[in-house]
């Protein structure tokens, strides 16, 4: 199994990026797949997210509104849109993902059962 993010950089506030993250290596479709991000001397978080089957996403309360999640089956990737980007977003993204993960199970960091490598994402004011 291999997540692979990538898209991060240095961005001013206010500035966009496009986080990217492709899977292998495991049945794409029978997986949640969510974003998760960790800035420094704080615990990972969740940002985005939706269940294996589909339906909403679900967005941390910091970024609704802003970021945007977004999954291509055939392409085994999953995206995330970062708008009206704060200094506050300045973290280290990871995709992970859970097997047939549910909602709120996939909520949690501790739950998932795979982990990309992240990449980092700055945001200077």
């Known amino acids: 199994v291999q997540l692979l993010a990538s898209g991060g950089g240095l961005v001013q506030a206010g500035g966009s990026l496009r986080l990217s993250c492709a899977a292998s290596?495991?049945?794409?479709?029978?997986?949640?797949m969510g974003w998760f991000r960790q800035a420094p001397g704080k615990e990972r978080e969740f940002v985005a997210a939706t269940r294996w089957s589909g339906g909403s996403t679900y967005y941390a309360d910091s970024v609704k509104g802003r970021f945007t999640y977004s999954r291509d089956n055939a392409k085994t990737t999953v995206y995330l849109q970062m708008n009206s980007l704060k200094p506050e977003d300045t973290a280290v993204y990871y995709c992970?993902?859970?097997?047939?993960?549910?909602?709120?199970?996939?909520?949690?960091?501790?739950?998932?059962?795979?982990w990309g490598k992240g990449t980092l994402v700055t945001v200077s004011s």
């Open positions: 290596g495991y049945t794409f479709s029978s997986y949640a």
């Open positions: 992970a993902a859970r097997w047939r993960g549910t909602i709120p199970t996939i909520l949690d960091a501790a739950n998932m059962d795979y």
